[in-house]
């Protein structure tokens, strides 16, 4: 019989980490209502397995009818794709884009026309090692891996989204996520003010932080409405834990013997052994031995006061039963004398 083989175990791979970094640059109250990022997680333990949510929304020609539309475009996607944690991610990042789409189509429908043509979006989801993401537009999203930054989301915003809103959000796009990858995902700004080259350049020669500061730097001081979500990817470290170890004596002490009442006393020099050889005998303090009898008897807690000797307490309880017995003696033979004088009389 040929042998069989038994199947390789599958290496489950650790969820990489994401973190964040959000730039938002709105100088002045007039153009505030019409640009937004945001990174939304999920609120518990069910909704927790869908990732996270990103994305930038922005209209360029600000306007009156067009303002806090990104805001609501943000509310929609958020409420929609965490609405049902059975679902899988693709299947809730699709809905999402639907809803998106049928938003959009309703407020044309209610007259609000304004913003067609100058909407621009990006939406992505972070599922564990995988990255989905849709755009309209000229929002860009850039992937910085091995030092060259590449377009990831070119070819994906549909021509028709200006003459048919339901299909504004329509291609999906997915791919693996790597350590030590970076993402960007911006508005259109950030692209005039620096290419490719300039960004693949600095971030080559920066760390993620510093890097990050750098575009923060650069869209404050260069422009008045800018939006971008830095994504930077690290490999988890396993976390070690430390066993405690308890050391223990060697020797198993005999809970009845008298050792085991006794304070154990610190010696000034441990490490000095005792000498081979006759065993001196150290008798405490509050003993007394008896010269004669050899007996030994317990002092009391006060030494100030010696204890008699033996004997003489002996002789003199003796002594003391004796004049109690002679004083006995003396009163009964007064007692009968007394009688004879009074029967004599």
């Not at 640059?25 to 996270?52: C, D, H, M, W």
């Amino acid at each position: 019989m040929p042998d069989r083989k038994l199947p390789e175990k599958i290496k489950l791979t650790a969820e990489l980490e994401k973190i964040a970094t959000e730039i938002l640059v709105a100088n002045g109250r007039s153009v505030e209502p019409f640009i937004k990022i945001f990174n939304y997680s999920g609120e518990n333990i069910t909704t927790s397995q869908l990732g996270a949510l990103v994305g930038v929304f922005e209209i360029s020609e600000p306007n009156d009818e067009s303002a806090y539309i990104v805001n609501f475009l943000a509310s929609v996607a958020k409420k929609e794709y965490f609405l049902n944690p059975r679902r899988g991610a693709v299947e809730s990042f699709e809905a999402t884009l639907h809803k998106i789409n049928l938003a959009l189509s309703l407020l044309v429908k209610h007259g609000n026309t304004s913003w067609l043509g100058k909407l621009h979006g990006a939406i992505g989801v972070l599922e564990k090692n995988q990255i989905h993401f849709s755009v309209t537009g000229e929002v860009k999203i850039l992937l910085l891996r091995n030092n060259h930054f590449s377009e990831i989301s070119a070819g994906l915003a549909s021509e028709e989204s200006a003459l048919h809103p339901i299909k504004t959000f329509v291609e999906v796009s997915s791919g693996r996520l790597l350590p030590n990858d970076k993402i960007i995902i911006a508005s259109p700004e950030l692209f005039t003010l620096l290419s490719s080259d300039d960004l693949q350049k600095n971030a080559g020669r920066m760390d993620n932080e510093r890097f990050a500061q750098f575009l923060r730097t650069a869209l404050i001081n260069e422009l008045d409405m800018a939006g971008a979500i830095i994504l930077d990817i690290y490999e988890s470290q396993p976390v070690v834990t430390k066993k405690q170890t308890i050391k223990t004596e060697t020797t198993i002490r005999n809970v009845f013997s008298q050792t085991a009442f006794a304070e154990a006393v610190k010696s000034k020099n441990p490490d000095a052994e005792e000498p081979s050889g006759e065993k001196i005998s150290v008798i405490p303090q509050s003993e007394y031995i008896d010269s004669k009898t050899g007996h030994i008897y317990i002092q009391g807690d006060a030494p100030q006061t010696p204890l008699p000797h033996p004997g003489l307490e002996k002789a003199r309880f003796l002594s003391q039963e004796a004049g109690h017995q002679i004083s006995r003696f003396f009163n009964y033979h007064r007692k009968t004398l007394r009688k004879g004088k009074q029967q004599s009389f």
